[in-house]
């Protein structure tokens, strides 16, 4: 519904604020944006240049995981949008 269009929103919106840091400081290889709050994980991927990969997990979650996870997903995304 519109929350997830709403969060959807705001994850390419951190997506892209973390593009335009990395470039401010010389580095062109951004490649996630992550948000850690007492409850748990927010990770956001570009998913190519028609989506976005928004994955939650809790606090106790394996973040490397969810990492190496998110990668490989956002790869078939963006594969099967071009």
């Given at each position: 519904?519109?929350?997830?269009?709403?969060?959807a929103?705001?994850?390419?919106?951190?997506?892209?604020?973390g593009?335009l840091?990395?470039q401010?400081?010389?580095?062109?290889?951004f490649?996630?944006?992550?948000?850690?709050?007492d409850?748990?994980?927010?990770?956001?991927?570009?998913a190519?240049?028609?989506?976005?990969?928004?994955?939650?997990?809790?606090?106790?979650?394996?973040?490397a995981?969810?990492?190496?996870e998110?990668r490989?997903?956002?790869?078939?995304?963006?594969?099967?949008?071009?």
């Open positions: 519904g519109s929350e997830a269009d709403r969060v929103a705001m994850a390419a919106t951190a997506l892209g604020l593009t840091i990395w401010r400081i010389g580095v062109v290889d490649e996630e944006a992550v948000v850690r709050g409850s748990g994980y927010l990770v956001a991927y570009s190519g240049r028609q989506a976005v990969l928004v994955m939650c997990g809790p606090s106790d979650a394996n973040l995981l969810m990492r190496i998110a490989a997903v956002s790869v078939k995304i963006n594969q099967l949008l071009t």
